[in-house]
């Protein structure tokens, strides 16, 4: 019996077929799923939510392969996902359950707990699926879960501007609190 190893540096995904070149679009349009991930429960019963493993299970933007290409990118490039609620940067990856072109799927959790509707409409849970969203490549960097919570959430900063939050030294992945470094609490 095979079982997938969860110990890695990023959860395992296919080569693409072809490189992608230029990329014949921009800016794709797409509807948005986001749920549960093997590589991502792993990482959370290990309690390794503030490592990079967590960033690169939960941080990524599982693509069909031809809008990959559609994009120029390639396994492992950041993309922008912008909804209406929000954006974030993630890795892309082809996804393992394709073909589903013009539609990405993003594990639940802090990543994507930006981009979805903070509403809940009586049921106690937010819509987690459906939900359309653009895609663009970019250059900028997936950040790790505490940066993220900096940057989206203003934790553990005063600092109100987001392109000096975004571009301050990273907490890294050991524990914060009170807006400190656990070394500066050792």
């Known amino acids: 019996m095979f079982y997938a190893n969860t110990y890695l540096d990023k959860p395992v995904v296919d080569d693409l077929e072809q490189t992608p070149g230029e990329g014949s679009e ?7 799923n986001t749920g549960s991930d093997i590589y991502q429960g792993a ?10 493993e967590y960033k690169n299970a939960s941080g990524t933007c599982y693509m069909d392969p031809r809008d990959m290409m559609k994009l120029g990118v390639n396994n492992w490039d950041t993309v922008l ?20 072109e013009g539609t990405v799927f993003i594990c639940k959790g802090p990543w994507a707990n930006t981009i979805v509707s ?13 939900i359309h969203c653009t895609v663009e490549k970019t250059d900028r960097k997936v950040l790790l879960m505490a940066d993220l919570m900096r940057l989206v959430y203003k ?32």
């Open 155 to 186: 934790k553990y900063t005063d600092e109100t501007d987001d392109e000096v939050i975004e571009n301050m030294d990273s907490l890294g992945e050991r524990p914060v609190y009170r807006g400190r470094k656990w070394e500066e609490l050792e």
């Open 43 to 52: 990482c959370k019963k290990r309690g390794s939510t503030l490592k990079e």
């Open 118 to 130: 903070h509403e809940t409409y009586c049921c106690s849970d937010p819509t987690y699926k459906g």
């Open 26 to 32: 921009d800016i794709l349009n797409c509807m948005l």
């Open 81 to 100: 996902v912008k909804t209406k609620f929000g954006e974030v940067v993630l890795n892309a990856a082809k996804s393992r359950d394709a073909p589903h």
